[in-house]
Nanobody, 124 residues
Framework: QVQLVQSGGGLVQPGGSLTLSCAAS????????IGWFRQAPGKEREGISC????????YYADSVKGRFTISRDNAKSTMYLQMNTLKPEDTAVYYC?????????????????WGQGTQVTVSS
């Protein structure tokens, strides 16, 4: 059974840090590009970070560049999103995704598998 199971998230104060994890099962994660997306209430799902499956290049949305770090551990079939210096505007449901085709990394419709989503709330 193909699954992406997320963990982490929760409530954090502005300026704090959180790490999200996403464990894959039922398929070879190293054959896929991986990405993190988020969706705030009333907004569309937006891509914030991804890693190419071809050359391991990383990409970040301007809104998170310099604060978030994406990584993957293929041996553990797990991807991570380290989030530092969190801001209230980072509040959203966060999703991990896996993409087989490559390219258009920030388009949700190009992804094959999704995690269940996890809430991140940044508030004092």
């Amino acid at each position: 059974q193909v699954q992406l199971v997320q963990s982490g998230g929760g409530l954090v104060q502005p300026g704090g840090s959180l790490t999200l994890s996403c464990a894959a099962s039922g398929f070879r994660l190293d054959y896929y590009a991986i990405g993190w997306f988020r969706q705030a209430p009333g907004k569309e799902r937006e891509g914030i970070s991804c890693i190419s499956r071809v050359d391991g290049a990383t990409y970040y949305a301007d809104s998170v560049k310099g604060r978030f770090t994406i990584s993957r551990d293929n041996a553990k079939s797990t991807m991570y999103l380290q989030m530092n210096t969190l801001k209230p505007e980072d509040t959203a449901v966060y999703y991990c995704g896996a993409q087989r085709r490559g390219g258009h990394y920030f388009r949700p419709d190009t992804y094959d598998y999704w995690g269940q989503g996890t809430q991140v709330t940044v508030s004092s």
